[in-house]
């Protein structure tokens, strides 16, 4: 498939998700970086959301909760360019029902070329990276050319 780009604006969209496990660690990261956070826009699947939101104030747009559908909207989101960044703090050591679920949103974030972390380190590197805040250009699928040449 042909690739494009697209613009990642400074104001950043932000998933948040963590399984059962991981919610604390998440939990003290967003309160950790609550200012930076602060101007880009959260979304988060159900409980997740509801505790970042409780703790730190902060707004957080809800989605179902991972196992009822959650992590298929977010999912959906990033497919659709809704979603800039994907901080997904999940637990390896512990199976989860809707695996299949968890592996198809990282599937998603790579296939649309989002910057994810999956751990309170990687979390780090990417909230001081310098694009954090910046407008940045990422090379994506261009899906619209590749269905152009099917149908003509």
């Not at 309160?31 to 997740?48: C, I, P, R």
């Not at 703090?89 to 999956?118: C, E, G, Q, S, Y």
Request: aromatic fraction near 8%; charge should be neutral; charged fraction near 20%.
């Amino acid at each position: 498939m042909e690739s494009t780009t697209r613009k990642i604006s400074a104001s950043k969209n932000i998933a948040l998700v963590a399984h059962d496990h991981c919610k604390s660690s998440l939990l003290g990261w967003v309160s950790k970086n609550k200012v930076k956070l602060s101007s880009h826009k959260l979304f988060a699947t159900g409980t997740t959301g509801s505790l970042v939101s409780k703790e730190t104030g902060l707004p957080v747009t809800g989605m179902l909760s991972g196992p009822m559908g959650g992590d298929q909207q977010i999912g959906s989101m990033i497919a659709e360019q809704k979603i800039d960044l994907l901080i997904f703090f999940w637990d390896p050591l512990n199976a989860v029902p809707h695996d299949p679920d968890v592996k198809a949103l990282l599937r998603l974030a790579t296939v649309w070329n989002i910057p994810v972390a999956t751990n309170p380190a990687t979390a780090d590197f990417l909230i001081t990276s310098p694009y954090f805040d910046e407008e940045i250009d990422i090379v994506i699928p261009d899906y619209q050319s590749y269905l152009n040449k099917r149908t003509s």
